[in-house]
């Protein structure tokens, strides 16, 4: 099946601050999902994004499915934006999502 | 429009016991998938049930694990005889019929199970 690798697996910086996680993945994708796990453990459905660039607020994605990777941006880092972050693609041809192993944020006020 | 409900939040359950987790979908939706997270660890995928039927198994445990969703009422992931490794949060996820490749699928709140 696809594998889904997800760096760094923790990044902890000063609030304000920007940051970049990546999600690479081993096989042609016709989507490509991020989420984040908040510290109480909610999975919230941050984009959808094949391929292209998407943004919503401080938060935005790229997607080069031609490269197999996908970029998340985080800007001007808040306290709330600590959790896990997970990027998943679907198997093609079928509905079952592949999660990457996550990358762990801490912002420290 | 509600979106998938999970329930019990949290389970705790002595080694032996048996283990039952409901899900609700979405309105609309007849499509239902089970996904597990270990602790400290991504989710992986279980199972993957339309309106009784099971399509997918394929992440499913051997025994002791079951799913079912009938064709009236929530789904239910069901374990029996749990063990400590049993721990974890089991999370559902609904999409609509005619879903293709994961883009419009919508997760719950997870259910968070214990075993002392």
């Known amino acids: 099946g696809i594998q889904v690798e997800q760096s760094p697996p923790d990044l902890i910086l000063q609030e304000g601050a920007n940051s970049t996680l990546r999600c690479n993945f081993s096989?042609?994708?016709?989507?490509l999902q991020w989420f984040h796990q908040n510290p109480w453990g909610q999975l919230i459905n941050l984009f959808y994004?094949?391929?292209g660039t998407k943004q919503n607020g401080r938060l935005s994605a790229t997607t080069v499915a031609t490269e197999r990777y996908s970029l998340l941006y985080i800007s001007s880092s808040q306290t709330t934006d600590s959790g896990v972050y997970f990027c998943a693609v679907p198997n093609f041809g079928n509905e079952k999502l592949t999660f990457g192993t996550g990358t762990r944020l801490t912002i420290i006020p | 429009n509600a979106g998938v409900m999970q329930n019990p939040r949290h389970l705790v359950r002595r080694r032996g016991q048996e283990a039952r987790l409901r899900c609700s979908p979405m309105?609309?939706?007849?499509?239902v998938y089970w996904y597990r997270q270990l602790p400290e660890e991504g989710l992986k995928f279980m199972v993957y049930l339309q309106k009784e039927n099971i399509i997918d198994e394929s992440g499913m445990p051997k025994e002791r694990f079951s799913a079912e969703f009938p064709k009236e009422g929530p789904s239910i992931l069901r374990i029996q005889q749990v063990v400590r490794g049993d721990s974890a949060a089991y999370f559902c996820?609904?999409?609509?019929?005619?879903?293709?490749?994961?883009?419009?699928?919508?997760f719950g709140e997870g259910s968070w199970l214990t075993v002392v």
């Open positions: 996820a609904s999409s609509p019929p005619g879903t293709v490749s994961g883009n419009t699928i919508y």
């Open positions: 994004i094949p391929s």
């Open positions: 096989d042609s994708v016709n989507n």
């Open positions: 309105k609309g939706h007849s499509h």
